[in-house]
């Protein structure tokens, strides 16, 4: 079983920086994809930015410039670095794992929101 632990979520004014993260633990073996999905109030829930074993990223229009995902090497932790955040960007952040041993995988969810 696999278990992602999030933190890093908080208040913030607009203009303002956070860094999200998210921890894998348990039967980790076999990660394909680590990213973050959120969901806003009334809304369903959508990507903000992926990362794959081989490194390679892609991020929602809406984030592309002002965010950046990113991973240690040991491939067990993913970074989300916000900037320039938005009160638009207010959300439960979602880190997900896909694992060709287990499937996906979600944790618990942080709360970011952004004041105008």
């Known amino acids: 079983q696999v278990q992602l632990v999030e933190s890093g979520g908080g208040l913030v004014q607009a203009g303002g920086s956070l860094r999200l993260s998210c921890k894998a633990t348990g039967s980790t073996f076999g990660i394909n994809v680590m990213g973050w999905y959120r969901q806003a109030p009334g809304k369903q829930r959508e990507l903000v930015a992926v990362?794959?074993?081989?490194?390679?990223?892609t991020y929602a229009d809406a984030v592309k410039g002002r965010f950046t995902i990113s991973r240690d090497s040991a491939w067990n932790t993913v970074y989300l670095q916000m900037n320039s955040l938005k009160p638009e960007d207010t959300a439960v952040y979602y880190c997900n794992a896909n694992l060709w041993t287990s499937g996906t995988h979600w944790g618990q969810g942080t709360q970011v929101t952004v004041s105008s």
């Open positions: 990362i794959s074993s081989g490194g390679s990223t």
